[in-house]
């Protein structure tokens, strides 16, 4: 038969107890309210602890994007640029470059992703340096965000070099993942108030400071420069400039039967003998006599320096890191922007500059 529910008999507690259960107490209630500490940073603050904290109703932040001027003038219109490096090593050049860009520093946010490898912990560490350096320093040089991400997926090779990294068997795993980090990295960083995306890798050493304003300026959804490679000949000894990113392409009828004859996961890649597309490339378009300004549409872009207007992004146009129209990472964007109803364009006698390894 069941007993009744009485009182409980509590046992006299042990007054070690009870002064061991006031100290957790306090200790945990002191850990709740405590203000954070200054050293904290967005990212290791969960939302769970921010809505702790809240006393008052979370306010409410209206943006009309038919106010986001997108103009060939964003200097003069104040226009918020969004700079993104996907940066697996860090060079000291692409840095000092970067500080050079003469586009008001304040309308300038930078976003960075770093794989989780030694070289990448290696390239956070010396990126942070500067980040501290340059925003504690002369308010001039100062930036109005920098956002560092640390990627949380796998790299595709560990090895980054560059005979490694161009093996065609590697191509479609290292496109794939580099599509990845780009997505994340645009998806974290892009904000209300951006107008213009300029993705820049973190090799691209040498650009003219006004490299934001001059692409700006042909008010294209998609725009981009030709990225060359300066060299020492071997023989000669004399300095010169090679083409460096195939990228930039036209599509041909080759590639588009090649592409006919493919398997829905597989991809066309530009740059392989093994591979013959046949396509235009922007990297040989150079004209003698052609101005810096002249323009070619493209239908394939690269993604070492490339200007990008938000609304473009924010239509929906990423970075496949699968196979979309046989077409992988920014040559798969350039497609879907242009399904989009955006047409990419290049100009081949506007040079930037690959580092050599
Ligand atoms: P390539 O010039 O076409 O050979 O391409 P890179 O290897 O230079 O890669 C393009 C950009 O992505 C560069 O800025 C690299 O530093 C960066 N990168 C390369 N691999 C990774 C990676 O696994 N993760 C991230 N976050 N960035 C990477
Ligand atoms: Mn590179």
Known sequence: MARPLGAVRLKKANPFCVALGGFIFIFVVFFLFSSPTSTSTPSAQSPHSASLKRSKAPPVTRYNLNNVTITPDPVANREAVLVLTPMSRFYQEYWDNLLKLSYPHDLITLGFILPKTKEGNAATAELQKRVVEVQKGPEGNRFAGIVILRQDFEPAITSQDESERHKMENQKARRSVMAKARNSLLFTTLG????WVLWLDADIIETPPTLIQD?????????VPNCFQRYVDSDTGKPGERPYDYNNWQDSETAQKLAAKMGPDEILLEGYAEMGTYRPLMAFMETEKGGLHDEVPVDGVGGAALLVKADVHRDGAMFPPFAFYHLI???????????????????PNYRVYHYNE
């Open 329 to 347: 990472e920014t040559e798969g964007f350039a497609k879907m922007a242009s399904r989009l109803g955006w047409q990419a364009y290049g100009l």
């Open 192 to 195: 209300p108030l951006t107008s």
């Open 215 to 223: 692409l700006a300026s042909h008010n294209k959804p998609v725009l």
